[in-house]
């Protein structure tokens, strides 16, 4: 075995750690090398949204010692930057197995060094963190969740005192603190509880509040109360505040898909707690189809994504992607606002460079200034706060299933997503149609964008080292067509630099560096590859977009799209 894995291996074993972890430890060693050396061959990355892993003993796990470490080295990166003024974080969790003592590993030792700690009582989403920072006023804030990824893992967001994820330079100087600690003994583990006050309803009753504002038609909810609502929480933090919210916007016909209304961080009716998954959806699909249900809601363990379920124009349900929700949502308030008088000339919307360009044109026709960012939302709260004072933001959001309303939270955020949904479905059915029949407008007007999106895993120690030879394979050797179309354009986000490859010039992308690569066909469709910063995965999107004369050639112009991304996939040797 390696000697590097040998030596931490023994640090874990005689070094000042529990006997229940050093216990763990020689059970490892009595199996297979293989599973001894994954706990131990590297350290686990401290990324620029902190720490996703595998719960167990080791290096390269999400334990108390990983935890404890990566939270001493935010600590000091915060009395750095605050020096001697007051520091205050707040700490929220899901559901997820240990994430309650994570959260509370967190807290003490954040307390340990000084800092004020606002823990909250129980499990929350973590929309309601990035709230409480900004309201508490707050330097910044973590959340113990590995968001949707299976039940074997755990993580740690790490949030700033806008109340979204760590930027720069804050990012890579807190992994430089976080890389710094080499060893427990340098972490200060307990001596601070004075320093730590528990936060529970008051605090939920402020986001329910600011939640409620956001709604522009409470006339047509009243109208429409009884719209027939399905929601599950997925067995994850939604039901502590979906059904109040729900509550309060004035719906009165609201069905809990009970069978995952527990929390629970083992996640029994599912494999993967993931509301972009049918499987995950399907116990709620089924209760709607079951109710004749007009919509049908799913938010993941820490509620920062949403998922929909309508039924189409035969009247089938569907579950909507993550590009049809964020076109929906988008060109609702944007004309939502026109329609009430609350629009400004400065308002503007963001999106990523991911995301359907179909809302490009609903708000250029709107003459609304539409921005690209980065995939994370962290970039869209870093934009909203360059460009405070000077343009109003109102939506925010991405392909994956993401959304994030006005700027009281600078993060994705499901709860107030579903509100507006639920909004959504109540307006057009006070139109006498369905969500699904304004989609089919909306692409009768600007345009029909059809997306895909497929995730490549590669796990194991080779795993990071075959997505990286993938990628360096695609910008040493761009294709020069794909699908029998040209590619006239290569966007290199990593370079930071654009190529025309027919004509030969190049530009400047003024974006921060991304690993993404972008090909842009000359027929105008789109792909996207660009390795997950949280999972051993690589991600290829496909965008590829037609002219609909009318509502009643969807179906088969919609046929024609699904086989051009196939073709694209095949032809790419993807699948």
């Given at each position: 075995m ?10 874990w074993l ?6 229940t ?19 131990f ?9 902190g ?11 999400m ?12 600590a000091?990166?915060?009395k750095?930057?605050y020096?001697?003024?007051?520091i205050?974080?707040?700490i ?39 709230f409480?920072?900004?309201?508490l006023?707050?330097?910044?804030g ?5 968001s ?20 720069p ?14 060893g427990i ?20 009753e ?17 109208q ?8 599950t929480s997925?067995?994850g933090?939604?039901?502590t ?31 993967y ?14 209760k ?18 949403v ?39 400065n ?6 460079i991911?995301?359907?360009?179909m809302i490009?044109k ?37 392909e ?7 700027d009281?939270?600078r ?5 107030s ?5 639920c ?11 369905s969500?699904?029949e ?18 490549i ?17 695609y910008?040493e050797n761009?294709?020069?067509t ?9 966007l ?17 992308i ?21 390795p997950?910063?949280?999972?051993p995965k ?9 002219t ?6 969807f ?7 699904d ?13």
């Amino acid at each position: 075995m390696d000697i590097q894995i040998v030596e931490k291996v023994n640090v874990w074993l005689h070094g000042n750690y529990d006997e229940t972890t050093k216990d763990e430890v020689k059970r490892l060693q009595g199996g297979t090398s293989d599973e001894l050396a994954e706990a131990f061959y590297r350290n686990l990355e401290f990324g620029t949204g902190g720490l996703r892993g595998i719960m167990g003993v080791g290096t390269n796990r999400m334990n108390k010692y990983t935890v404890g470490m990566a939270t001493q080295g935010f600590a000091n990166y915060l009395k750095k930057v605050y020096g001697e003024a007051e520091i205050k974080v707040a700490i929220a969790h899901d559901c997820r197995n240990n994430s309650r003592f994570f959260a509370e590993t967190v807290a003490n030792v954040f307390a340990a060094n000084g800092i004020k700690v606002y823990l909250f009582e129980e499990l929350r989403p973590t929309p309601e963190l990035s709230f409480t920072i900004r309201r508490l006023g707050c330097q910044g804030g973590v959340v113990c969740t590995a968001s949707h990824n299976p039940k074997e893992y755990n993580g740690y967001k790490a949030y700033w005192n806008d109340g979204g994820q760590l930027v720069p330079p804050h990012d890579k100087n807190v992994i430089a603190e976080v890389e710094a600690i080499t060893g427990i003994d340098e972490v200060l583990w307990s001596g601070g509880e004075k320093n730590i006050s528990m936060l529970g309803k008051g605090m939920d009753e402020a986001y329910i509040d600011m939640v409620k504002s956001l709604s522009v038609y409470p006339e047509v909810i009243e109208q429409q109360k009884d719209l027939k609502i399905v929601y599950t929480s997925i067995h994850g933090t939604g039901i502590t505040l979906v059904p109040q919210v729900l509550e309060r916007f004035g719906f009165t016909n609201v069905t809990i898909v009970e069978e995952q209304a527990t929390p629970d961080g083992n996640f029994p009716t599912v494999v993967y707690p993931n509301p972009e998954e049918s499987e995950a959806m399907s116990i709620g699909l089924r209760k709607a189809k079951e109710l004749d249900a007009d919509i049908l809601l799913g938010t993941d363990p820490d509620s920062d994504r949403v998922g929909i379920g309508i039924k189409d124009i035969n009247g089938n349900w569907i579950l909507m992607n993550g590009n049809q929700t964020a076109v929906l949502a988008f060109n609702y308030v944007i004309e939502a606002r026109k329609t009430k008088g609350i629009a400004q000339p400065n308002d503007m919307v963001v999106k990523t460079i991911v995301t359907t360009e179909m809302i490009d044109k609903i708000a250029a026709t709107n003459g609304v200034n539409c921005y690209s960012v980065l995939t994370g939302f962290k970039w869209i709260a870093e934009l909203i706060k360059e460009k405070e004072g000077v343009e109003n933001y109102t939506v925010g959001g991405e392909e994956s299933y993401g959304l994030m309303i006005g700027d009281k939270v600078r993060d994705k955020d499901a709860i107030s997503a579903v509100a507006l949904l639920c909004e959504m479905a109540a307006f057009e059915k006070n139109k006498g149609r369905s969500l699904y029949e304004k989609l089919i407008d909306l692409y009768a007007q600007y345009g029909f964008y059809k997306e895909n999106l497929i995730s490549i895993t590669k796990k194991g120690m080779r795993g990071q080292d075959e997505i990286a030879e993938m990628m360096q394979g695609y910008r040493e050797n761009p294709p020069a067509t794909i699908n029998g179309s040209a590619v006239v354009r290569l966007l290199d986000y990593q370079t930071q630099v654009g190529k025309n490859l027919q004509e030969g010039n190049v530009w400047d992308i003024k974006l921060p560096k991304s690993n993404v690569l972008q090909f842009v066909l000359e027929d105008g469709s789109k792909i996207s590859a660009r390795p997950s910063g949280t999972e051993p995965k690589i991600k290829f999107y496909f965008s590829v977009n037609t002219t609909l004369a009318s509502a009643d050639k969807f179906e088969e112009a919609e046929r024609i799209l699904d086989e051009k991304i196939k073709a694209i996939i095949t032809d790419m040797k993807l699948k």
